[in-house]
């Protein structure tokens, strides 16, 4: 299913006809908003694929599959005659004690996320891939991020979840908004990484693969 509702940048048409299509294989909208700060044309497609972990599994080799998986599961669905397209997979797996954090979805398992994480360290596990369809292959790198959690008694944190609910976020936190107050601090080459879709090696990635991005508007 596209998003036909995403605006479209406005793009000189030489320079339109030169760009392959570019697909975001995610329904979040923190990478889709991350995408739009690029200023290119692109569409959504949500994956169908079943992001459970596989047991025994690293938090990084989840990451690192899943990001490839929805970029091959978009790819796979595209009708034979769609021309060269570039197709973005992405996920991230937090980890706290060695132990995978999901989305909480709740404001009780947010809290306790929060209280338990409270003067500690959690790495983020942000995947990508891109995946080019006219030759199949397909880019993928992990960009981890270090945040240490500050030490806030119990009403702060409640009082943050109830500003901001940020249930549908791993490490109920948002650091790109009033989260960022939770935090001590961050450790990343990449400052969209923690937000989800790393910007820096995603850039780095389309430039690889010849998509040009500084082009005269």
Do not use: N, W
């Not at 169908?48 to 091959?72: H, N, Q, S, Y």
């Not at 901001?164 to 908004?177: F, T, V």
């Not at 107050?181 to 937000?195: G, H, K, Q, R, V």
Request: charged residues 20%; hydrophobic residues 45%.
């Amino acid at each position: 299913m596209q998003d036909s509702s995403l605006p479209s940048p406005a793009t000189p048409a030489t320079a339109a006809t030169s760009r392959p299509a570019l697909i975001l294989a995610s329904s979040s909208r923190y990478r889709r908003e991350l995408l739009e700060r690029l200023r290119i044309p692109f569409q959504t497609t949500v994956p169908a694929i079943d992001e459970t972990p596989l047991a025994g599994e690293t938090p990084e080799a989840t990451a690192l599959r899943l990001a490839a998986a929805k970029a091959r599961a978009v790819a796979a669905a595209l009708p034979a005659t769609a021309g060269r397209t570039l197709v973005i997979g992405s996920d991230q797996v937090a980890t706290f004690d060695g132990h995978q954090i999901g989305k909480p979805g709740t404001h009780e398992r947010a809290l306790a996320q929060l209280q338990s994480m409270r003067g500690r360290e959690v790495l983020f596990h942000s995947a990508l891939s891109l995946l080019d369809t006219a030759t199949g292959q397909t880019d993928t790198v992990d960009v981890v991020t270090k945040v240490r959690f500050r030490d806030l008694p119990d009403a702060a944190l409640d009082a943050y979840l109830r500003a901001e609910e940020p249930y549908d976020c791993a490490g109920s936190a948002k650091s790109e908004g009033l989260g960022i107050a939770l935090l001590e601090a961050i450790e990343s080459d990449d400052p969209t990484a923690l937000i989800g879709l790393p910007l820096i090696a995603l850039t780095r990635m389309l430039l690889a693969a010849g998509y040009p991005l500084l082009e005269a508007q």
